[in-house]
């Protein structure tokens, strides 16, 4: 699917979702001063955990990101739904991800009415990755760099994470940062 020509109608969308710690400093770090860079305590205070759910789509350089409280069946449901609704005209979207006991085409039953989940599940068609094989699942390229370039300091609050993770897909979506699939074989 990578490696077919661009087509509007029938995207291929990449999902996945990742954990993210919620870590404050212990104490307030030292300032930077003419030749001594910011001191930091290696003592954190830990505020629980956060999800972030990503979507792209490689081949039109657009992603979409959000922050969540967890990872439950309905939380996948919610993301299926963004999906299908960031692609109204779309004949149908081909989504790529991993085979987790959240993915199931049935979580829309359990977070929609049946006409509502029907309608979704309609409009999109899974192609789930080798178990064990993430890396071909396009979207570990967008976490990776949002990890280098978004979150690569401690996030004490849910709050600031969004704010991060909003700020980074702004400017990568601005920049329509494409990821080429380069064959193998």
């Known amino acids: 699917m990578y490696e077919e020509p661009y087509d509007p109608q029938r995207p291929v969308v990449c999902f996945d979702e990742t954990p993210r710690q919620l870590i404050a400093d212990a ?58 609704n960031a692609y109204p005209e779309a004949e149908v979207i081909r989504v790529v991800m991993e085979n987790l006991n959240t993915h199931k085409p049935g979580a829309l039953y359990d977070a ?45 609050d849910i709050e600031t994470l969004e704010k991060d993770v909003e700020a980074w897909k702004t400017r990568r979506n601005h920049a329509q940062v494409h990821i080429h699939y380069v064959s193998s074989g």
């Open 27 to 84: 104490r307030q770090s030292m300032p930077m001063e003419p030749g001594q860079p910011i001191r930091e305590d290696t003592e954190f205070v830990r505020h629980g955990v956060a999800e972030i759910m990503l979507f792209c789509e490689p081949a039109a350089g657009q992603r979409e990101v959000w922050v969540t409280e967890h990872r439950t069946r309905i939380d996948f449901a919610l993301a299926m739904e963004r999906v299908a």
């Open 112 to 156: 929609f009415p049946p006409e509502k989940a029907h309608a979704i599940l309609n409009k999109l068609e899974f192609h789930y990755t080798p178990k064990q094989g993430s890396w071909l699942n396009m979207v570990e390229i967008e976490f990776s760099a949002l990890s280098r370039m978004g979150l690569d300091k401690r996030t004490p």
